[in-house]
C-alpha cells in the first residue's frame, strides 16, 4: 500500500477540517458508484456496511467497522449525484465530491471532526481508505486496515509530525498509542 500523505488540515469556521483532493485516472461515474454505491463502499470505507435514504434528511447507518462495533447512524447531509454525498458520521461530518478532472476525476473528500485532536488519526484513516479505494478502482484487491494497527501508527505519527492535531488515540483504544505493541492489530 502506498501512502500519499496528501491530507490538509485547516478550520474553516473553526471546526477542524481534514481534506483530500485525490485525482484519479477512472471515469467520474466510475468514482461516483464507488462512493455512493452500498455494495462498492464495502470495498474500502472503514465502515463496509452502509444503508442510506438517496436524499438530503434521510437517515444512513453505518456498521462493521472492526474498531466500532456498535456502528453510527446519522443524517444524510448533501445529495446531489453523481456529483456530492454528505452525512454524519457520529459526531464528524463527511463529505465526498467527484467531478470530472484533466486524466479521469477527482475525488476529494472532506472530514469536518468533532475534534482537532482526531487530525492526525482521521488523515490517516483516510489516506490508507483512499489507496484502498484506487484499488478497488483499479480492479485490485485491498483491505483498508490492511496491516492493522502496525501499519495505520506510522502513518498517523507522520501525519502528527506535519502539524496534524494528535490526542494520540488509535482506532479501538482510549488512550494515547505510545505504550501500544504496534506489531498486532488491537482488538475492542
Request: hydrophobic share 35%; charged share 30%.
Amino acid at each position: 500500500m502506498t501512502i500519499r500523505y496528501d491530507a490538509e488540515y485547516t478550520e474553516p469556521d473553526g471546526r477542524p477540517t481534514v481534506t483530500f483532493r485525490r485525482p484519479l485516472t477512472h471515469d467520474p461515474a466510475d468514482v461516483w458508484r464507488a462512493v455512493s454505491d452500498p455494495a462498492e463502499l464495502a470495498h474500502w470505507f472503514p465502515s463496509p456496511d452502509v444503508h442510506y435514504e438517496e436524499r438530503v434528511g434521510g437517515p444512513i447507518r453505518l456498521s462493521g467497522d472492526p474498531y466500532d462495533p456498535d456502528g453510527s447512524t446519522g443524517t444524510v447531509l448533501a445529495w446531489d449525484p453523481p456529483r456530492a454525498f454528505g452525512f454524519e458520521w457520529g459526531e464528524d461530518r463527511l463529505h465526498l465530491h467527484v467531478e470530472p478532472h484533466e486524466h479521469g476525476a477527482l475525488l476529494t473528500l472532506v472530514d469536518e471532526l468533532e475534534t482537532e485532536g482526531g487530525a492526525a488519526r482521521n488523515a490517516a484513516g483516510w489516506d490508507m481508505c483512499l489507496e484502498a479505494l484506487e484499488a478497488a478502482l483499479d480492479g485490485r484487491a485491498a483491505d483498508p486496515v490492511d496491516g492493522g494497527m502496525a501499519a495505520f501508527v506510522p502513518v498517523r505519527r507522520a501525519y502528527a509530525e506535519r502539524g496534524f492535531p494528535d490526542d494520540g488515540q488509535v482506532p479501538g483504544d482510549q488512550g494515547p498509542d505510545h505504550t501500544e505493541d504496534t506489531t498486532q492489530p488491537r482488538s475492542t
